[in-house]
């Protein structure tokens, strides 16, 4: 079965653990460094700062981030899925203990990481994030960060989020929304039918108050946060994703298939054809595939 991100009978999506963990090395090489330098010399004068993580599902971003901070800090992640929440918890032992870092619970709600840097001190809470800013705790950070989720909201969401964050001076950090453009190599006939179809899927309404900004999300988010007077920084982060990654060409084909199924059905035939040539390419070794992001950074 495809790990892409799926739909609920609600419209709300879904993520699969094992899929985000497929990805999560092609997340690391996407995001561009300098805005996240940039950040950091933002929150320079933070002794200790601390991070809301919307969306966090298994902690990618923050085992990511974090390393850029380089002294004490505290991370919030925020997600509606307590089975994610735990199994961020689990992964960020696992990446601790990889790293040659000890990890400790001293309180029941927060895990320990001893960086040689200093501790970075983790917890989570469940939140329903259709409804943020409402429950975020947004008094108790210094920055918000998400990856790969601005592209699902709807521009009247963001915009609730950013006037809460500015009312706050808090800075935004988005990473990897997705700009408008795959590329799957070879070329295959059935290649601009499957991508006019997963365009429709990725504008759908997917629960976050109206239609999902898909490829106009970096677009959207600077404009909103201009409004506010936001030092606005963009980056390209795209996933280049190479012929031997076979486990991440696969799932990216019948991810792609699978979402134009559910707005071609005249098409659905050559869709489907497609989908076996590409998942047969991506066995083989043959499939290389380019997904283009943006990472969006805004200062108050």
């Not at 992964?91 to 203990?97: G, I, K, L, N, R």
């Not at 959207?220 to 030092?231: L, N």
């Not at 031997?244 to 298939?257: F, N, S």
Request: some cysteine; hydrophobic content about 45%; proline content about 6%.
């Amino acid at each position: 079965m495809v790990k892409e991100n799926g739909a609920k009978e609600n419209g709300t999506e879904e993520f699969d653990g094992d899929w985000l963990d497929l990805r999560e090395p092609f997340d690391a090489a996407a995001r561009d460094p300098g805005l996240a330098e940039l950040l950091m010399q933002h929150v320079d004068e933070k002794a200790r700062p601390r991070f809301l993580d919307l969306g966090a599902g298994t902690g990618s971003l923050t085992r990511w981030l974090g390393h850029f901070v380089a002294r004490p800090h505290t991370w919030i992640l925020a997600d509606a899925d307590a089975e994610l929440m735990s199994r961020a918890f689990e992964t960020m032992m696992d990446a601790a203990e990889d790293m040659g870092w000890k990890a400790t619970w001293p309180q029941k709600k927060a895990l320990l990481v001893h960086s040689p840097h200093g501790a970075w001190r983790i917890e989570g809470i469940l939140t329903n994030l259709l409804e943020a800013p409402t429950g975020l705790p947004l008094d108790a950070v210094d920055v918000v960060t998400c990856s790969a989720l601005c592209d699902l909201v709807s521009e009247r969401w963001l915009v609730g989020l950013a006037a809460a964050l500015a009312k706050r001076k808090l800075p935004f950090y988005a990473a990897l929304n997705v700009s408008g453009r795959e590329r799957f190599s070879p070329p295959l006939s059935g290649d601009a039918l499957v991508a006019r179809g997963f365009l429709r899927d990725q504008r759908r309404d997917k629960g976050f108050s109206g239609i999902a900004l898909g490829p106009e999300a970096p677009t959207v988010i600077a404009r909103v946060f201009a409004a506010h007077g936001y030092q606005v920084h963009r980056a390209p982060s795209p996933w280049i994703v190479p012929r031997q990654a076979r486990d991440m060409t696969y799932e990216l084909a019948l991810g792609h298939a699978e979402a134009a199924l559910r707005h071609e059905k005249r098409g659905a035939a050559q869709i489907r054809e497609w989908a076996e040539v590409r998942g047969t390419q991506a066995d083989d070794g043959q499939l290389a595939v380019r997904v283009e992001h943006q990472d969006v950074l805004c200062l108050p």
